[in-house]
C-alpha cells in the first residue's frame, strides 16, 4: 500500500493525529513545522470525504515501514504448507522408510504432511489389507508425528489418506 507523506500530502486543512493519540485541525504549514520540530513525519491515514477532513498522522515512517516489514515477515513464516506423499500397496520396507524419513523431514519444518495409500486394479479386493498395511505404516509414523482420522475414497482408483502434522 503507498502512502502519502511529508510533500505528497495536499491538503489546506486536515486532522493531524500526534503519538499520544491527540487530534487537532491543523493547517499544512503548521503540521509540517511541528513535525520537524519532533523529528518525524507526516503521513495520510484517511483522505477527504465529502463532510469530513482528512486525517494524517506524525510518524518515524522508517520506523513503520520496517516494522510493516517485521509482521509481514513474521506471517508468511507462520503459513504452513502440505505436502503430499504417495505410496502403493506393494511398497517395498525399504522405500516405506525411505519416505518417513522425508515425512520426517517435512514436519520438522512446520508443514503437514498428506500421507496417502493409492490401491489399484486386483487389490481393491484386498481392502482389509491395505488398511492393516495402512495402520501399520502410521504406527510407525506415530513417534513423530499425530495424525487425524483415516479416510477411504472409492473411485477408478480407491484412496486411503490422512493428514500428518508433528507432536
Do not use: P, W
Request: hydrophobic share 30%.
Amino acid at each position: 500500500m503507498e502512502h502519502k507523506i511529508n510533500g505528497q500530502i495536499r491538503y489546506s486543512r486536515f486532522k493531524l493525529v500526534d503519538d499520544t493519540g491527540e487530534c487537532q485541525v491543523v493547517t499544512l504549514a503548521e503540521a509540517r513545522s511541528i513535525a520537524e520540530e519532533e523529528g518525524l513525519d507526516i503521513m495520510e491515514v484517511a483522505t477527504e470525504k465529502k463532510d469530513q477532513l482528512a486525517t494524517c498522522k506524525l510518524i518515524d515512517y522508517g520506523k513503520y515501514l520496517y516494522n510493516q516489514k517485521k509482521k509481514q515477515k513474521k506471517n508468511k513464516h507462520h503459513s504452513s504448507v502440505t505436502k503430499e506423499i504417495k505410496l502403493g500397496f506393494h511398497t517395498a520396507e525399504h522405500d516405506v522408510d525411505i519416505k518417513h524419513k522425508k515425512v520426517k523431514e517435512i514436519l520438522s519444518k512446520g508443514n503437514k504432511v498428506l500421507y496417502s495409500m493409492d490401491i489399484k486394479g486386483r487389490d481393491k479386493s484386498h481392502m482389509d489389507i491395505a488398511r492393516d498395511i495402512m495402520q501399520q505404516r502410521l504406527e510407525k509414523l506415530s513417534e513423530f508425528a499425530s495424525f487425524s482420522d483415516v479416510k477411504v475414497s472409492y473411485g477408478k482408483m480407491t484412496r486411503i489418506t490422512t493428514t500428518l502434522t508433528s507432536k
